[in-house]
């Protein structure tokens, strides 16, 4: 806040507060800022935020509404200033970002140095109880801090004063919610002085009052207090525990002081992170790749159960204590049942008590599909403990309550996703489809197969539907297990269903919230999948072909694209001879003629021959296509159709195409990617017809030098394209930036493409790029102007 006031002259500032925001609005709002609403007026807008997962749709926006307005400008339009905090411990390694440590240079420490000097002349004895200075000066040394917060050593756990329990309020919330606050109307309410302007806060806070600090935001705010840093809090929060004032017992105290009727938007919002809050850790695993990963809980909950544990059990209560008192006081509120759910089926194996809490939070929140994940974890987890003696009944009768949970879940979370809505259902957010349910419908079947198995094999050809349940009830020993005919009959299909829009899901996109999605939904998805499709082969010759595809995961078209991240060349092979089998029947569908061409694409990518040579022909003879056909075959036209390298005069009507795939996958599938960043599935080489193209998997084994390593390529920055072998297996295309639009240009024809960084459209003039092809069709990567284009002696970064 300080950076944007010393430089308000000098740019339009602004800060962007909260997560639940229209980003497009967002956007319009810093074009407006930046325009002040005249042409004439233009300023570059320096806006702060916090929210690192929109950086980059945030500049695609601003880049989209700046060409809309058709704006001329000379001078940057925005700087992003981007401030996130991480506990100790807890680094985002992240390309162009500054972190901040708690170590000084020593330059710096020399400069601290020099103002301790000058602030003792000034201040005298008064500036040692400048902490916040003080604890910098010291390089942030815990023997000061300790110092600092001596008179709370040999403080008794009995017959504590009031205002020995405000300290410990305040150092319970800066602690655990740094930048959090009382109001001080707030603490002399607590103190109850009966005479107010007579005693300052201040006054009656000694000899705690140089802990902390008042301060006001602005002549009309009121008064606000905190301890006077957030390392003091900590070792305050410490030496109090230590003294007997524990956490937990601070914590009550505390709620049961200052949330009796009405509890202020600002202080519900720091119990719920003090609460409810879980931090990201960062976890680097043996190949040296860094994961990220959410905390169990929140630090306090964790911090009560660790150092209140002499007796494991209580340890544990005492958390449960503090969350009970957190959720009868916020009624409404689901959160703090659903945390106790969680601490109730983690922590305490109580699956009863688990159960109850996670349909309290569903009552208070019937909307959120994220508070209703909740109960189907509750039971998942249930199933995956259940002993090895748990009888079929029970196992299928714990089965069906996870799955209904879940699947009640995905309904939830598909209204959400379609209103564009999230958490209470009334502000508009940049909100990705929770796919929580669907996964963990996944994971409920597949530990229903397996102890399933561990009693029976026989119930393997049961869940393959190889046999009917009927058929075999006798053989199971228990005839009662009839009931649960209708959950069994349908669980093949829908474990395919699912583990088929994964497919789709992780083939075509990415998260664009978190670094990647976790690679382990692709292979518990994948291990489901095969479990349930089984080996038994079908007698029909087209079934069995089908069926084959199937236990190679290439039923579909984005399974077939998958081939050269989880098939050998021999599988792709017979792949490839198998939908030319699909292809041949007289009842075939015309996706298999897609899917064969796919195939074929996969065997050249592998260095293979196709295996056949009239797998082209056949599908340039269907066109051309019909508008409502699926993307993936518009796609295909348009891979067949796009000119050549040198090639000047287009054969075919690009822009058409262009328009037939885009307006495809707006039917089907721009609802289900809405806030993911969609990945190339091919880039344009040299070369002609299909062998020219490129799939990107064998760009990322070239960018990881590693087949076997799984591919955490981010597309996103172009950095892939630095690379000298990449960029050799890839023809650089012609085009021109105009009005912040960029076009491919052959001889007099231009052709408007989508571009993959937005900024690299800053610059008009002509450039070269890679060409890339999502479900949604071409895109330019890697866009580089060319500074002398008559002689195309120089090409730089735009």
Known sequence: MQVLWDLRKTFRCAVLTGSTLDITKVAQDVVSLFTAGSHGHQKTVLLLLNDEFILDILQDRIMEEIAEQDIEIDLPVVILLNCVRSSDGIIHQKAKS?????????REQADFDMKKEELGRRFGDRCKQFHGFNILQSNFSQAYIRNACATLEHIKRTNKPLKMQLAAFLSLLNAYVPGSYLLESQCL????????????????????????????????????VRMAHNMIAQCCTELLANAGVTRSDTTRHFLNSFCRSYVPPYLLGFIKDMLNKREIKIIEDPTGVINEKKETFSRLIQDITKTEDDDKKKGKSQSLSVLKVASKKFDDNPLFPQTL???????????????????????????SSYVADTLGQVHKIHLKNLKVSAKPR???????????????????????HMKGKQGDGNKKVLCALNTRGLFGYLEVCTLLYDHLIR?????KQVLTKTVSLGSVLKSLGDEKLFRFKELINRLRDLVEKRSEFFDTFLTYSYSVVKKEDPSYISRKTIECYKKYVGDAEPNDQLQKAFHKVKQKLAVTSPGVLSCLERCTRSDTKDI???????????????HALLNYVLANIM???????????????????????????????HMLALLLCWPTDGEDELASDLPHLIQNILHSYEQEYKSL???????????????????RLVHRRNLEILWTQDALKASNTNWRNDDIFRNPTVKDKLLRVKGVVRNYRLYATFGSTEIKLDVNQKDSLWNSGHVFFYLGFTISGPVAYNVKVITNYKTHNEVVWV
């Not at 089926?345 to 688990?354: H, L, M």
């Not at 029970?394 to 959400?416: M, S, T, V, Y």
């Open 98 to 106: 500054i972190i901040l440590k708690k170590a000084l240079s020593d």
């Open 189 to 224: 309410d607590f103190l109850r002085h009966e005479d107010e302007d007579d005693f300052s806060l201040e006054d009656q806070m000694q000899p705690f009052s140089h802990l902390i600090v008042t301060f006001q935001q602005g002549e009309r705010s009121e008064k606000k």
């Open 455 to 459: 009693h029976d094999e026989l119930w």
């Open 394 to 416: 029970e196992i299928l009768q714990l089965a069906q309550k996870g799955i209904e949970a879940f699947e009640d879940e995905e309904r939830l979370a598909e209204n959400e």
């Open 341 to 367: 759910a969680r601490l109730y089926y983690i922590e305490k194996e109580d699956y009863n008590e688990a159960e109850i809490w996670a349909k309290e939070a569903k009552r208070r929140a019937p909307w």
């Open 673 to 691: 990617f809405r806030s993911r960043y969609l990945r190339p599935i091919f880039f344009l080489g040299p070369g002609q017809g299909l062998n």
């Open 603 to 633: 065997l050249i990518n592998m260095k293979e021959p196709p295996s056949s040579s009239d797998y082209q022909s056949s599908f340039t003879e269907k066109m051309p296509l019909a508008p409502e056909m699926q993307p993936e075959f």
């Open 576 to 590: 490839a001879v198998w939908w030319k089998e699909i292809c041949q029947h007289k009842h075939s569908a015309t």
